[in-house]
C-alpha cells in the first residue's frame, strides 16, 4: 500500500521518536511506517470516514498519526500495544496493556522446540497411543501454548496453559478464539498459581505431562528499576519480577517436576524448559536441577549470545 503521508511529514515524526528509538532514524523510520499503515487500515475501515474527500481523509491520518506518535514519546506506550497485535511464529497474538508483549527470544526457543518435537512427534504417538501432553506455565498472552497447537501436527498433542492473572488468561482465550482456524490440536487457558499449595492438587490431578515449558517472572527488584519506561508503565511487574534472585519460579517448577512430569523421554526434547535472565542464573538453577534428579541439564543462548533457556531431562 503507498503511503499518502509525505516523505518530511514522516521524517519530522520519526525525528520526535529518535529518543526512544537509541537515536536511530531507520528504527524510527520504521516504526513510523508501521504506525502510518495501521492508522489507514484503522480509519479506512470506519464507514463513516471512508467516503470522505481525500484530502480530508488524508488529514485524519496525518492527525491520527500524531497522536500515535505522541503515545509513544509522551506516554512511552510500547508500539505493540498500538498496533494491538505482535507476530510470534506463524501467528498474529493480540497484545493488550498489562500482559506481557511476547519477545523475539521467547519466540526463537519456542520454535526450536517445535522443530524438535516435528520431528519427534508422530513416532511418539504412533508408539505410545495417545496425544503428547505439554503444560505451558505463566502462559501470559498464550503465545507459547497457541504456537505448540498451531504448529505441531494435526490432533498429536494436547496443550494447557497456567497463569496466575485473569487478565492474563482472558487475553489468551481470546487469542485461542480469534486463531481457532489455524490450531490443529486442542489447548486450554486455566487460571491457576503454582505457589499456591491450594492449587498443587488440581494441578496433579489433571495428570501427568510429557514436556513443561515456562516463561516465568525472572527479573530481580533490582534490575526491574534499571527497566525503561515502556515496561514498567505498561507491563504487569507481577509477570516480570520474582524473589530469590529471580529464579523463585524456576525453583518450584523444578521441585514439581517430579509430580507433574511423566516418566517417558523423548530424543531431543526437554523435560522442562525454561527461559532465564542471564548468565548470573545459569550456575545456581543447573546445581539445583541436578539436585532434583535431572541427570542431563542444557544451556541455550539466543542469537543474541545470551544464556536464555535452561532445558531439562
Not at 519427534?120 to 505439554?134: G, P, T, V
Request: aromatic share 6%; charged share 25%; glycine share 4%.
Amino acid at each position: 500500500m503507498k503511503l499518502n503521508i509525505s516523505l518530511p511529514f514522516r521524517v519530522q515524526l520519526a525525528k520526535r521518536l529518535l529518543p526512544i528509538c537509541d537515536d536511530n532514524l531507520d528504527n524510527a523510520l520504521q516504526e513510523i511506517r508501521w504506525l502510518s499503515e495501521y492508522v489507514k487500515l484503522d480509519l479506512r475501515s470506519n464507514a463513516q470516514l471512508v467516503n470522505l474527500p481525500k484530502s480530508e481523509l488524508e488529514q485524519k491520518e496525518n492527525e491520527k498519526l500524531e497522536e500515535l506518535v505522541a503515545q509513544r514519546v509522551n506516554l512511552r506506550k510500547p508500539l505493540q500495544y498500538i498496533l494491538g497485535t505482535q507476530p510470534f511464529g506463524e501467528l498474529d497474538i493480540v497484545t493488550r496493556p498489562p500482559v506481557l508483549i511476547p519477545r523475539w527470544e521467547t519466540e526463537e526457543w519456542t520454535l526450536k522446540i517445535v522443530d524438535n518435537l516435528n520431528a519427534n512427534i508422530s513416532k511418539f504417538k504412533a508408539h505410545y497411543q495417545r496425544k503428547l501432553r505439554i503444560l505451558d506455565v505463566c502462559s501470559g498472552s498464550g503465545c507459547i501454548a497457541l504456537t505448540f497447537a498451531a504448529m505441531l501436527p494435526s490432533d498429536t498433542c494436547e496443550v494447557v496453559g497456567l497463569d496466575n492473572a485473569q487478565h492474563a488468561i482472558s487475553l489468551s482465550q481470546l487469542n485461542k478464539d480469534l486463531l481457532s482456524e489455524k490450531l490443529s490440536n486442542p489447548v486450554k487457558f486455566q487460571l491457576m498459581d503454582i505457589l499456591d499449595e491450594s492449587s498443587l492438587a488440581r494441578i496433579v490431578q489433571d495428570g501427568a505431562y510429557d514436556m513443561i515449558v515456562s516463561n516465568p517472572p525472572y527479573i530481580t527488584r533490582d534490575e526491574y528499576r534499571t527497566l525503561s519506561p515502556e515496561v514498567k508503565l505498561w507491563e504487569d511487574p507481577n509477570a516480570l519480577v520474582a524473589d530469590d534472585d529471580g529464579m523463585l519460579f524456576h525453583k518450584r517448577l523444578a521441585s514439581l517436576s517430579g509430580q507433574l512430569s511423566s516418566k517417558i523421554k523423548i530424543p531431543s526434547i526437554p523435560r522442562l524448559a525454561m527461559e532465564i535472565g542471564g548468565e548470573h542464573q545459569v550456575e545456581p538453577m543447573v546445581a539445583f536441577l541436578k539436585a532434583h534428579n535431572f541427570e542431563s541439564v542444557q544451556v541455550w543462548a539466543d542469537l543474541a549470545g545470551r544464556d536464555r533457556v535452561i532445558a531439562a531431562q
